[in-house]
C-alpha cells in the first residue's frame, strides 16, 4: 500500500508562484511514474503533468507547458510541482497520483492518489 501525502497548496494573486510538494510512503518510489491532476470545481478531474521514474522525462498538458514544473526525489520519496505564473483558471483542488507498473507517461492507471491540496488563484 502507498500513502501519498500533498501539501503546499493556499491562496496566491494572478502572477505568483506555488510550490505543491507529494510525500509519499513505500520503498519502491523510484519506480513509480509520479503524475499532478487537478479538479475544478463543477468540472472532471484532468492531468496536468507526469514524470518517469528517473526524473528524466516529463510530460505536461498544454495548459501548464512553460508555467509548470514537475520534480521528483527518489531518496526524500517525494515529487513537486513548482507552478509559475498562476492564473484564476489554474484555481483546482490539485492530487498527487503513482502508477505502479509500466515506465509510461502515458498510462491512464494510477494506482494511487492523495488526498489533494487547494490551489486558488485570485484576480
Known amino acids: 500500500q502507498v500513502q501519498l501525502v500533498e501539501s503546499g497548496g493556499g491562496l496566491v494573486q494572478a502572477g505568483g508562484s506555488l510550490r505543491l510538494s507529494c510525500a509519499a510512503s513505500g520503498r519502491a518510489f523510484s519506480n513509480y511514474v509520479m503524475a499532478w491532476f487537478r479538479q475544478a470545481p463543477g468540472k472532471e478531474r484532468e492531468f496536468v503533468t507526469a514524470?518517469?521514474?528517473?526524473?528524466?522525462?516529463?510530460r505536461y498538458a498544454d495548459s501548464v507547458k512553460g508555467r509548470f514544473t514537475i520534480s521528483r526525489d527518489n531518496a526524500e520519496n517525494t515529487v513537486y510541482l513548482q507552478m509559475n505564473s498562476l492564473k484564476p483558471e489554474d484555481t483546482a483542488v490539485y492530487y498527487c497520483?503513482?502508477?505502479?507498473?509500466?515506465?509510461?507517461?502515458?498510462?491512464?492507471?494510477?494506482?494511487?492518489w492523495g488526498q489533494g491540496t487547494q490551489v486558488t488563484v485570485s484576480s
Open positions: 514524470i518517469s521514474w528517473s526524473g528524466r522525462n516529463t
Open positions: 497520483a503513482a502508477h505502479v507498473g509500466a515506465n509510461s507517461l502515458y498510462t491512464s492507471g494510477y494506482n494511487y
